[in-house]
């Protein structure tokens, strides 16, 4: 390390590791004495990045519907027709533009039907999730009340502003049921039954849900299908979906991680019946959950599992290099559909994504899957969505599991306790890329090395994405190392910087998260950056993710 990096660490390290990044006194646009560099190409555009890839996702699942989104019109809690009221103002401010309901594993359980009509006669039923509940969880999660059915949902997407992608089950009921439900939705007022039932328990108007998966994980909890058996399923719930003259976009349940062989296997089956069998999948899901911190002595998918909290700088990297592998999985599928589908018509739709810690950092002991996310999992995640922003001619959505209590939770609730996560503020930083273009970046920095149990590794050293709207530009970067800042040099080829402006989350402390009791125990902080001309130089700290807001001229 050089003395002037070295004296920019320890600075940076004694002022409590930065709370934002700073500029150093430099506008020459070839600065060449920082480490890095991150170069924004105006005039290389990759497509506009679907505001649909900052989706979220909800299942009657542990503490995420009951007690997280629901809470009950009698209850004290400050609720919109027992809509926990903070959730819907905290989702407005980061435009969330899709929620996926109600599952995941439970959609292939669930009845819809369970959950409409008046609230009074809605039938009791066990949760999928019943018998991996913990003990002490509470009889609301163990127990499908059906008080939040399809209508309460309907009522929350409002409230938010955003769309609705519904689930529906392959497994255990018929297509007919999944068209009827279609009906219950799309039917235009007054035209049918399903119609008449919507109106009876508050809206006439169709609900309009253009989003559908056809099943969930149909090779394991949907149905432990084979490719070949589940496409020849999705042939018979796709065909003859009754439209109502809204635009269908069905989801075919995709492969977990890098099970190339049912991308494979899925479309072989399904064009078996003609080419125009593509015409009936708008994507194809993709779940992928970093879960594996064995350090290669333990693979199997509890006993590799990490701790959310108590981890050391190799449990970070470790992490974040289990995450990174989206971007191998979303160019080699995206290659795997293009040999059936040479156009590239279908689209990948990421559904599931997240770390996956074992139980214990519970924020409300006795929730099922709830852990407390930390400065790593902002981390992480801002690392995920960079990569969806660099490939937006393939995810046309994604969706971060799961919203609120639950894995990669953007927020934390239990009863009138209310807090938002660091993903939660990563979510609401990276809003600004939503429809904007996305803009090749050429990056380049010096690796992280690291001892992974006496066997040295590494990762990269930084990472980000870029978009463009109008003269506005928006540039995300990730500096992933523990301890080191890095001094970069952004250049923007093409244009001028008229304004700037930067927000950085970070912390001295790598384990830093939000809690009941201190809710703004890590924070973005926004500044003025000096920035003018073709580029500027500036230092990322340690373990921090930086938004950039530029002006250009
Ligand atoms: O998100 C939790 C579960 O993980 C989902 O229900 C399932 O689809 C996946 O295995």
Known sequence: MTRRREFLRNTLLATGAAACSRVLPLAAAEDSSADSRFEILLDEPLGIISPNIYGHFSEHLGGVIYDG???????????????????????????????RYPGGCFADSYNWRD?????????????????????????????????????????FCRLIGCQPYLAANLRSLT?????????YCNSPAGSTTLAEMRAATGSSEPYGVRFWGVGNESWGCGGNFTPQEYAVEFRRFATWVPRYGQELSLIASGPDSGEWSWTRGFFEELLRKGKEQLNSVYGLSLHHYAANLGRGKASGWEESKGDALHFDPVDWYELLREGQRMETLIENHW??????????????IVDEWGPWYRAGSEATPGDLFEQTPTLRDAVFSA?????????????????????????NSLYLAHEDHFCVTPVGHVFAMYAAHQGGQSLRTVISAPAVHYDRDAQPATFWGLQGSASLRGKQLVVTAVNPHVSEPRETFFSIRGASIATAALTTLTSADIHAHNSFAQPAALEPHTHALDAKGRGFT????????????LGLS
């Open 115 to 155: 959950g409409v009509g008046p609230s009074s006669q809605r039938p009791k039923r066990t949760n999928f999730w019943m018998d991996a509940e913990p003990k002490n969880a509470p009889a609301a999660h163990k127990y499908e009340s059906n008080q939040f059915g399809t209508g309460e949902f309907m009522q």
């Open 538 to 549: 500036t230092i990322l700290p340690p373990a921090s993710v930086t938004r950039f807001d």
């Open 69 to 99: 989104i629901w809470v009950g019109e009698k209850s004290a809690i400050p609720n919109v027709k027992g809509i926990r009221k903070r959730l819907v103002e905290e989702m407005r401010k980061i435009q969330a533009p899709v929620v």
């Open 335 to 348: 290659r795997i559909l293009g040999e059936t589908d040479s156009a590239n018509r279908v689209k990948l």
């Open 175 to 183: 297509p007919e049921d999944f068209y009827r439900w279609v009906e």
């Open 383 to 407: 690392m995920n969505l960079d990569i969806f922003n660099r490939h937006p001619e393939k995810v046309a959505m994604a969706n971060c599991a799961q919203l609120i209590n639950c894995l």
